[in-house]
């Protein structure tokens, strides 16, 4: 039976380069290792994997990845499992912690710019949202202490920040504004939720640690995400809350890993493998090469082919480029143009609750190989030089 209903979340038209999609190329999923691995888990003729799971994630798991995150430069020291709580992956895992920490009408902070696609959460549990501005070290921690100061502002009920390699700036907050950050969160009662799905994609110094082993206060106040979508497989929709025992308690007690059991437990069961394999590191190395090889390849292009029509920073990992344009073009205007063009991409608009940021836009260098980049930056260029000279 052949069906009329997509398979895959992704949609691009025949001949167009979408630089939008944040999605791995489908050369970097490891299909081969991961048959390997579930040979290695169902050969085994257990029933553990097609059971309900341990309500906080699969046990294993928890003590196979606390030991690996253990040994990580970007993770600045030893991770205890009891700090760990299993996700269905991170924006699961950011609806959960919203149902938990927030009630409709209750107000969050975002930055400006933030994840294109994380307001609809916020919204969908009736929350207020509110920008606070970024710069090239990402959330200015000094404008957010303003404003918490301010006559009238609702104190937040949390604030969502990708503080490593920030969706879509590339920002890298530093440590003295991660302290700042948590100092805030003692002093107002609210929650960190650190989107930090890149934390483990770096491709030259490491970032400082996550908010959570930054996290001092009594009854915890940082809760740090982190995903298997970026290292392994999205496809598995597996990845973790790091925080305090107090929060991975709240997330243990909630209605949905009551009633459940551990939160994709046949694909923890499948990470936990790839750890004890060594499949996982030798994953991770590969994506960081070749990643790492795009970043400095895209850089080259886009100082090549705009010039000074472009401004940018060269992120040290992660995903995404976010290009601001000279000459007031307007980049929700130049996208028809460009899709003329045979090229695609985000627009500022889409990063920002207030509508903001209308001559900046995003691309991405995770779906790509260098060649087809290549070639869809020179679309971009030849769109706007187009968009320029037909204004």
């Known amino acids: 039976m052949t069906s009329t209903l997509p398979s895959l979340l992704i949609s691009i038209p025949d001949g167009v380069i979408d630089l939008g999609w944040g999605h791995p190329s489908p050369r970097l999923h490891p299909t081969e290792s991961l048959a390997r691995v579930s040979q290695s888990v169902l050969g085994q003729q257990s029933a553990v994997p097609l059971q309900y799971g341990a309500v906080q994630g699969f046990g294993p798991l928890l003590e196979s990845l606390a030991a690996y995150l253990s040994t990580q430069e970007t993770y600045g020291g030893a991770i ?15 609806d959960l912690a919203t149902t938990l920490y927030a009630t409709a009408g209750d107000t969050v902070v975002v930055e400006e710019p933030t994840y294109y696609l994380i307001e609809q959460i916020f919204v969908d549990h009736g929350l207020n949202v509110v920008g606070v501005p970024t710069d090239a070290d990402g959330l200015d921690t000094d404008a957010l202490a303003d ?11 949390l604030l969502y920040t990708i503080p490593t390699y920030q969706n879509p700036n590339g920002s890298v907050l530093p440590l003295h504004r991660r302290r700042h950050l948590i100092e805030l969160a003692q002093r107002y009662g609210f929650t960190i939720i650190a989107d930090e ?14 908010m959570a082993v930054l996290d001092d206060s009594p009854d915890g106040c940082a809760i740090s995400l982190g995903s298997f979508s970026k290292i392994l497989s999205p496809g598995m929709r597996l990845g973790w809350v790091h925080a305090s025992p107090g929060i991975v308690r709240r997330f ?54 705009f010039g000074d029509s472009v401004e940018f920073t060269s992120p040290g990992g992660g995903y995404f480029y976010w290009l601001t344009l000279r000459g007031d073009i307007n980049t929700d205007s130049l996208l028809a143009r460009a899709r003329e063009a045979g090229v695609s ?19 991405s260098i995770s779906l790509y190989e260098s060649d087809e980049l290549a070639v869809g930056i020179h679309r971009l260029a030849d769109a706007l030089h187009a968009h320029g000279t037909h204004r």
């Open 197 to 210: 799905v890149y934390q483990l994609l770096n491709y030259g110094t490491p970032p400082p640690p996550p």
């Open 147 to 157: 404003l918490l100061a301010s006559d009238g502002f609702p104190t937040p009920r």
């Open 252 to 305: 243990v007690d909630s209605g949905v890993a009551a009633s459940g059991g551990g939160l994709s437990h046949f694909s923890a069961t499948l990470a936990h493998a790839a750890l004890e394999m060594g499949m996982l590191q030798d994953h991770i190395d590969t994506l960081r090469q070749v990643y790492g090889q795009r970043h400095d390849d895209v850089a080259s292009l886009l100082r090549s082919e």
């Open 80 to 94: 205890s499992p009891e700090s760990l709580f299993l996700t269905a992956g991170a924006s699961a895992a950011i």
């Open 345 to 363: 991409y985000r627009p500022g608009t889409a990063f920002s609750a207030s509508g903001g940021f209308t001559d900046a836009l995003r691309i």
